[in-house]
């Protein structure tokens, strides 16, 4: 099977990750500019993105000029932030002012954004350089990046398998060293499954961590930006610099924002670890079990407490997000009608607004995205409101109350990110089966908890060696203590 990964993901024999906390330092130092370290994944996109499609849209002048601008600040003795040097990729349904914000979605094909979202905003504010915008599935509604107006994505891990979605084309491109990290959004599991499936760092926060200010809304009450990197620290890099409350988005926290680094190295002993017994099941990849019990085994040795523990609603969890992820998507998408953005059918002679809207929305959107407005229009239709939405709303309040109670008994809770790797293109999964992949992720979403995955080794598949990674779910706002036991694990990982 051909790969495309970068080999430099890998960490040396001490151990080290050559993460984007290393390279900033080496702009810093003088080692090495922006504009050189630009220039390199440009020619690696050039070399294989006509292979992954990962990226919809290089931005490359802009991102020249932006590089130059860093490297100008630094050589005149300024301080252009702790992301100066880093080159990052984004999600094409995060609103950039450069470039264009297409979802995906032949709806949005030529949309551009005349504002920029919160998150991509503060990124260039600490001296990012924005790289171009990844593919995704369309709307983010998916988990194989095939759901895609322009074609799907490929996993650099293997290029005939998928390289989970939605943020597929982030994960591919960081995966890919075509940028440092990238952002990606999960409303069900759609950073962490991806990151698990190329072998990345993946973070959803708690819901309210992250401004969504200038995320294309998909399920409002459960969507979370985060970013998706080599390493445990760069995501705590972005995610420091990305969090806290702000006025665009209400819904955001005014709870200070912790550094997750500042305590030092975390000390695995004394950690709980809790481990749901309905995440280690035999419907599991016997890979993905080895792999875990390996994880948990190391744990066990560096001193944490293992308690397993009951989370009975899991199997709910996707019944639920397919109720309110729609209900919300319906309503969100409604503003597609063609007439004040976004993709307009040819209007026929004769021919109503009602006819018009739905040529119009019926040309405009993908299929999937067609049966998620209509799962979402039904659920909330006068007849079946109670039956459907109120009810996932009380089992959703149920899956909060089961992790309160989990996390009485334990710190993090620990499992599967996915019950397998990635699979083939070609697979032709029935909705049903892809919306499988999520049952681990989906219930962080609903309760808002925040959650990770890390990398955790190879497994065989089929005569290939995929990545499968290691879930991580804390307490509403513990991001600190989420990404310091996930950087003991990764130390622990890179030991063995
Ligand atoms: N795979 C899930 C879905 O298709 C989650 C997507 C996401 O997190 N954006 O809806």
Redesign the pocket.
């Known amino acids: 099977m051909e790969h495309v990964n970068n080999e430099s993901n890998q960490s040396d024999d001490r151990g080290h990750v050559d993460d984007l906390v290393t390279r900033v330092r080496s702009v810093r130092n003088g080692e090495v500019t922006t504009r050189d370290r630009l220039e390199e994944m440009l020619s690696r996109i050039d070399e294989v993105n006509p292979t992954l499609n990962a990226f919809h849209e290089v931005l490359g002048e802009d991102a020249r000029r932006h590089a130059d601008s860093i490297d100008a600040r630094l050589a005149a003795g300024d301080d252009p932030g702790p992301l100066a040097g880093a080159i990052v990729a984004v999600k094409d349904n995060l609103c950039t002012t450069e470039g264009r914000t297409t979802c995906s979605s032949r709806m949005l094909e030529h949309y551009r954004s005349p504002f920029e979202a919160t998150a991509v905003e503060r990124l260039r504010k600490a001296g990012a350089t924005i790289i171009g915008k990844t593919n995704l599935?369309e709307f983010?509604?998916?988990?194989s990046s095939e759901n895609c107006a322009w074609g799907p994505v490929r996993n650099p891990h293997g290029v005939d398998r998928v390289p989970g979605?939605?943020?597929g084309g982030s994960a591919a491109a960081v995966a890919a060293g075509c940028a440092d990290v990238a952002l990606g959004?999960?409303?069900?599991?759609?950073?962490r499954?991806p990151a698990a499936f190329c072998g990345c760092v993946g973070l959803k926060p708690t819901y309210g961590r992250i401004s969504r200010y200038g995320l294309v809304a998909?399920?409002s009450s459960?969507?979370q930006i985060g970013p998706i990197s080599r390493s445990v620290r760069d995501a705590s890099l972005l995610y420091e610099v990305m969090a806290g409350v702000d006025p665009h988005d209400a819904t955001t926290s005014e709870l200070q924002v912790e550094s997750p680094h500042s305590d030092g190295p975390l000390d695995l002993r004394g950690v709980r670890v809790g481990i749901p017994r309905e995440h280690v099941t035999d419907e599991n990849h016997p890979g993905v079990t080895r792999s875990f019990e390996e994880t948990r085994d190391t744990l066990r040795s560096a001193g944490a407490s293992i308690v397993d523990v009951d989370l009975p609603l899991t199997h709910h969890g996707i019944s639920t997000?397919y109720v309110i992820?729609p209900a919300e998507a319906s309503s969100n998408l409604a503003r597609y009608d063609g007439i004040r953005y976004g993709h307009r059918a040819e209007a026929r002679p004769g021919e109503g607004l009602e006819e018009l809207y739905a040529r119009t929305r019926g040309e405009g959107f993908g299929p999937?995205v067609r049966r998620?407005i209509m799962l979402g229009t039904y659920v909330l239709s006068a007849g079946y409101y109670d039956a459907y939405y109120t009810r996932a709303l009380k089992v959703r309040r149920l899956i909060k109350q089961e992790f309160d109670g989990v996390f009485a008994q334990c710190d993090v809770l620990i499992g599967p990110t996915t019950p397998s790797p990635a699979f083939r293109l070609d697979a032709d999964l029935d909705p049903v089966s892809?919306?499988l992949?999520?049952v681990y992720t989906?219930n962080a979403?609903i309760a808002g908890i925040p959650a990770m995955s890390i990398p955790s080794g190879h497994v065989e598949d089929d005569g290939d060696s995929l990545p499968v990674g290691l879930h991580l779910q804390a307490p509403a706002f513990a991001e600190s203590l989420l990404l310091r036991t996930a950087s003991a694990i990764e130390a622990t990982r890179s030991k063995a």
């Open positions: 599935d983010a509604m998916g988990s979605g939605s943020s959004s999960d409303t069900g599991g759609s950073i499954q998909f399920g459960l969507d997000y992820a999937e998620r892809m919306y992949n999520d989906v979403n």
